[in-house]
């Protein structure tokens, strides 16, 4: 038996290789997280005399999830870990993997911000967030080109203890706290930039995802929002009158992105419009919501930055008045 390809120490779910095994009889296939077998299989060897573990890593990601951020720093604890993958009873390998959804062109070990884009516009009263995959010692580091041309740098955040994925408070507010009296146009946390638009908007409604890596980060549509009423509530007759016995009403909001000012922009959305977990801010709280439909389009040849459109409901039916 001859193991011909492994993962390897770190690892992106979706990007993590294949299992190949070079034998002329069965084996068996085991994987442990946290002390315990998650995965046992017997695997015959095909006409090449191979066995091969396909899609390894979305089995492994189904074991990580990541968590909305509670403060200015959270340390995502459950969006990483040691997998260890055993043949028959005796430990191969071990592969420090982190969580992502699709695949990538990122480096496992040093993947840099973990979002689909480096270039944001932000917009001051907005939230943001950025998380990096760093080690004990790493930092994260912030500059700013004021409004007279000025760069200034400083620290963010210095991570402490065990390595793993840190989710960080990036917003506008945030970074001015650090260059008391500042005024700028652009800022760098890491290697993801903020561009600052200050346009004066009628409204901005602000939303949160969980991205591709199960990060929290945020878009802002300054578009319009509709709300289109309905109605799922079951009624019955009583005394010959028919009413209302459970009341479940069903609205659902239709929101325009507004100006989009990068081509960035549009794998921003692109992951927001396909998130799996996606949030509201409304005077202050977060609430769960349901994404319903969208008319995301990119031309990739032409340079015209089209707005998005997207429907949404809320997730509990019971937030349906707080709009």
């Given at each position: 038996?001859?193991?011909?390809?492994?993962?390897g120490a770190v690892e992106l779910a979706a990007d993590m290789p294949d299992y190949i095994i070079d034998t002329d009889s069965t084996i068996t296939f085991a994987v442990q997280f946290n002390g315990q077998t998650i995965l046992s299989e017997e695997y015959v060897p095909d006409a090449a005399y191979q066995v091969r573990v396909r899609k390894l890593g979305r089995?492994?990601?189904?074991?990580?999830?990541?968590?909305?951020?509670?403060?200015?720093?959270?340390f995502q604890q459950k969006l990483s870990g040691t997998f260890s993958f055993l043949?028959?009873?005796?430990k191969d390998a071990d592969s420090y993997v982190?969580?992502?959804?699709?695949?990538?062109?990122?480096?496992?070990?040093?993947?840099?911000?973990?979002?689909?884009?480096?270039?944001?516009?932000?917009?001051?009263?907005?939230?943001?967030?950025?998380?990096?995959?760093?080690?004990?010692?790493?930092?994260?580091?912030?500059?700013?080109s004021d409004v007279n041309g000025e760069?200034?740098?400083?620290?963010?955040?210095?991570?402490?203890?065990?390595?793993g994925i840190c989710t960080l408070d990036a917003s506008y507010s945030r970074i001015q706290e650090l260059f008391p009296g500042k005024e700028f146009y652009s800022y760098s946390v890491g290697n993801m930039t903020f561009h600052v638009d200050r346009t004066s908007y009628t409204e901005k409604f602000v939303f949160r995802f969980l991205n591709m890596f199960d990060v929290p980060e945020t878009v802002c549509a300054v578009g319009s929002?509709?709300?289109?009423?309905?109605?799922?509530?079951?009624?019955g007759y009583m005394w010959g009158i028919e009413r209302k016995f459970v009341v479940n009403p069903s609205d659902e909001y239709t929101v325009n992105s507004g100006a989009i000012l990068l081509q960035a922009d549009y794998k921003l959305w692109h992951?927001?419009?396909?998130?799996?977990?996606?949030?509201?801010?409304?005077?202050?709280?977060?609430?769960?919501i349901v994404i319903t439909a969208n008319n995301f389009e990119r031309d990739f040849r032409k340079n015209v930055l089209k707005t998005v459109e997207f429907s949404f409901r809320f997730a509990d039916?019971?937030?349906?008045?707080v709009l």
């Amino acid at each position: 038996m001859n193991v011909i390809q492994r993962p390897g120490a770190v690892e992106l779910a979706a990007d993590m290789p294949d299992y190949i095994i070079d034998t002329d009889s069965t084996i068996t296939f085991a994987v442990q997280f946290n002390g315990q077998t998650i995965l046992s299989e017997e695997y015959v060897p095909d006409a090449a005399y191979q066995v091969r573990v396909r899609k390894l890593g979305r089995f492994c990601a189904k074991a990580l999830w990541g968590l909305w951020p509670t403060g200015r720093t959270l340390f995502q604890q459950k969006l990483s870990g040691t997998f260890s993958f055993l043949i028959n009873g005796v430990k191969d390998a071990d592969s420090y993997v982190l969580f992502s959804r699709f695949a990538s062109k990122k480096t496992a070990d040093s993947p840099g911000v973990l979002s689909t884009i480096q270039d944001k516009i932000s917009r001051p009263g907005s939230y943001e967030y950025v998380s990096f995959f760093l080690s004990s010692g790493q930092k994260i580091d912030v500059t700013i080109s004021d409004v007279n041309g000025e760069v200034s740098s400083g620290t963010l955040y210095t991570h402490a203890g065990e390595r793993g994925i840190c989710t960080l408070d990036a917003s506008y507010s945030r970074i001015q706290e650090l260059f008391p009296g500042k005024e700028f146009y652009s800022y760098s946390v890491g290697n993801m930039t903020f561009h600052v638009d200050r346009t004066s908007y009628t409204e901005k409604f602000v939303f949160r995802f969980l991205n591709m890596f199960d990060v929290p980060e945020t878009v802002c549509a300054v578009g319009s929002m509709v709300l289109k009423g309905s109605d799922d509530s079951e009624t019955g007759y009583m005394w010959g009158i028919e009413r209302k016995f459970v009341v479940n009403p069903s609205d659902e909001y239709t929101v325009n992105s507004g100006a989009i000012l990068l081509q960035a922009d549009y794998k921003l959305w692109h992951d927001f419009v396909g998130a799996q977990q996606v949030q509201i801010l409304v005077d202050g709280t977060w609430y769960d919501i349901v994404i319903t439909a969208n008319n995301f389009e990119r031309d990739f040849r032409k340079n015209v930055l089209k707005t998005v459109e997207f429907s949404f409901r809320f997730a509990d039916p019971d937030n349906n008045r707080v709009l």
